[in-house]
């Protein structure tokens, strides 16, 4: 029987991933993801019991996988954390790249489809947020504890600034086509910190 086939189950939410970070929820239609995989569509069904919880499916494998990168870059004991910072963004930029900037991030697509999305994914979306502001903010008082950030700096706020500035240039990175975006946003944000 199919559900018992985990490899199909995770090849359909690898194909979510890259639909959704290139489309959104909304535009994105079951039958385009099942196509590109090669699963007839009552298939689908024996794995995901809607297209809500497909999306849930692949929410939570996105979350796993940006906090997993999050943690090796800005745990990174090797490099001093502000170039952690800059170096988990030079990562996205190059991911960013090899897929010619058509894709996004996920939670920056859904955070723009809010108002349609279904009930529980806006509180992923603000939950998923909060869990990187805090990983930034810790790595940001790793860099007063080094001297390289003020004491007066409230890395909680700075880590929040982050997240949103990051969010609208890897948008306009998409609008583009294009680096430029993120560059700006890492140079102004490393430039602005207090130190």
């Given at each position: 029987?199919?559900?018992?086939?985990?490899?199909?189950?995770?090849t359909l939410i690898r194909s979510g991933l890259e639909v959704l970070t290139e489309q959104g929820f909304i535009a994105s239609g079951i039958d385009g993801?099942?196509?590109?995989?090669?699963?007839?569509?009552?298939?689908?069904?024996?794995?995901?019991?809607?297209?809500?919880?497909?999306?849930?499916?692949?929410?939570?494998?996105?979350?796993?996988?940006?906090?997993?990168?999050?943690?090796?870059?800005?745990?990174?004991?090797?490099?001093p954390p502000l170039a952690r910072i800059e170096a988990f963004?030079?990562?996205?930029?190059?991911?960013?790249?090899?897929?010619?900037?058509?894709?996004?991030?996920?939670?920056?697509?859904?955070?723009?489809e809010a108002g349609g999305l279904p009930a529980g994914y806006?509180?992923?979306?603000?939950?998923?947020?909060a869990d990187w502001q805090q990983r930034l903010a810790r790595c940001l008082r790793e860099a007063q504890a080094t001297g390289d950030l003020s004491q007066d700096a409230d890395c909680d706020r700075l880590a929040e600034a982050f997240w949103i500035g990051w969010e609208g240039a890897v948008m306009r990175a998409r609008l583009e086509a294009g680096?430029?975006?993120?560059?700006?946003?890492?140079?102004?944000?490393?430039e602005g910190l207090p130190r």
């Open positions: 029987m199919a559900r018992d086939d985990p490899d199909t189950r995770a993801i099942l196509k590109r995989v090669g699963v007839p569509k009552g298939s689908f069904y024996y794995y995901f019991d809607s297209k809500e919880a497909f999306g849930r499916a692949v929410m939570e494998r996105y979350g796993a996988y940006f906090a997993a990168k999050l943690e090796r870059y800005l745990s990174d004991d090797a490099r963004v030079e990562d996205a930029r190059a991911g960013m790249a090899r897929h010619d900037f058509r894709r996004g991030c996920l939670v920056g697509n859904l955070g723009q806006r509180d992923w979306l603000r939950a998923t947020l680096p430029r975006p993120l560059e700006v946003f890492i140079t102004t944000y490393m």
